[in-house]
């Protein structure tokens, strides 16, 4: 009896640590990391806060302070983002994630976008897990450049934009948001053309 009554005692200790162990990995939130080349770098679901503190504060307040939201666009486009959800795609190593995420984080804050609409995502750049995450929030997204935002309404993707925009940040998200005709920069990377 005594074997029996030790085993149940481990099994019911080993369920009861296991969902503990779960909910730390999956809330991990602003995890570093060191990249190739020894700078700091930030992997998976992440703080708009984290990314103003250093070393990332250098480029995020700079490339936040100094843009000019085009107050007409968001203005216009302010009432139709209440209902939306934003996943944002970034590498805290891309020139491109550095200049534009923080425009980005301007415009939303500028149209009262609540912080919960807000999902941002930091990708790796290491060679065996390019443009990935560690709770691979990318999959299946087709996420080829960075940054790229997904713009979501009712748990579907009503368009994205990606790396840089075609018009303006403004006028790009209300073309989304609108239904207007818009193409992303590189819409033949999720399209490609069939061989001739």
Known sequence: ???????????FALSACTPKMANQQTSTINLEATDKKGNLILL???TRERLAQPPFDVWYTKNFSTYTVDSN???QIKHLLRNKRFLLFMGTWCGDSRREVPRIYKILDYCEVKPSQIQLITLNNSDTAYKKSPGHEEQGLNIRRVP??????????VGRVVESPVTSLEKDIMAIV?????EHRYKDLNNPKPAM
């Open 44 to 46: 998976g679901k992440c």
């Open 148 to 157: 790229t935002l997904l713009i979501f309404e009712n748990q579907r993707e």
């Open 178 to 182: 609108t239904g207007q005709p818009y």
């Open 73 to 75: 666009t968001a203005s």
């Open 1 to 11: 009896m005594k074997p029996v009554h030790i085993t149940a005692i481990f099994i």
